[in-house]
């Protein structure tokens, strides 16, 4: 089994800062790309930003220069550094993990959300 553990959410003034976390636990050989995605109220889940198990990076074109992701693999966690935040960045946010197992199986695990609200 493998659990995702979210924090770092809450309620903040635009042009404001939030930092995300997602701690993974469990039966965990290694983990290939982590990512952000966050869904509106009414809208789709979309993809906020990703990182390779290499380090590269990938951003949704509306984040990019404001969100920067990272991950510190010791701790299997990473994280979601949030500047600049706009009320269009209002959602909940999840962490996604595609990782290997120890018994080598391969698994997705999506984290339980974290709220983000960003008043004007």
């Known amino acids: 089994q493998v659990q995702l553990v979210e924090s770092g959410g809450g309620w903040v003034q635009a042009g404001g800062s939030l930092r995300l976390s997602c701690a993974a636990s469990g039966s965990i050989f290694r983990i290939n790309n982590m990512s952000w995605y966050r869904q509106a109220p009414g809208k789709q889940r979309d993809l906020v930003a990703l990182?390779?198990?290499?380090?590269?990076?990938n951003y949704a074109d509306s984040v990019k220069g404001r969100f920067t992701i990272s991950r510190e693999d010791a701790k299997n966690t990473v994280y979601l550094q949030m500047n600049s935040l706009k009320p269009e960045d209002t959602a909940v946010y999840y962490c996604?993990?595609?990782?290997?197992?120890?018994?080598?199986?391969?698994?997705?695990?999506w984290g339980q959300g974290t709220q983000v609200t960003v008043s004007s």
């Open positions: 990182i390779t198990i290499g380090g590269s990076t």
């Open positions: 996604n993990v595609d990782l290997i197992m120890r018994d080598w199986r391969p698994r997705i695990s």
